[in-house]
């Protein structure tokens, strides 16, 4: 059982390193999405992929929800965001909003 569970706008630190959360559901109710502005870098895990985007057949997963989320919570931050995937090579929000067939805006 975790200590606390994470929200949207919090922040988490390790050692020197700040990351904030956002929470972005779709994929899942209650995924969150670790971004660190400084770095210009997020870890989306199963949100957003290079080209892709996550599964949604989980229980109480939500198509309509995840592409809210990535285009309302993720783009938002900027075409030069970097990010990881849970699966498969890194990209950029830019790079995503241009040719990600799912979610191309």
């Known amino acids: ?3 606390r569970w994470l929200s949207d706008g ?12 956002i929470h972005c559901p779709g994929h899942t109710p209650g995924h969150v999405v670790f971004y660190q502005p400084e770095s210009k870098l997020a870890i989306v ?19 309509q929800d995840l592409i809210d989320s990535i285009q309302q919570k993720l783009f938002p931050l900027g075409p030069d965001i970097a990010f990881i995937p849970g699966h498969g090579p890194m990209s950029t929000f830019g790079q995503e909003m241009k040719n990600n067939p799912y979610v191309a805006i």
């Open 10 to 21: 919090d922040e988490i630190q390790f050692g020197q390193t700040k990351l904030q959360v």
């Open 1 to 3: 059982m975790p200590d």
């Open 45 to 63: 895990g199963d949100v957003l992929f290079n080209g892709s985007i996550g599964r949604t057949d989980f229980p109480r997963g939500n198509h």
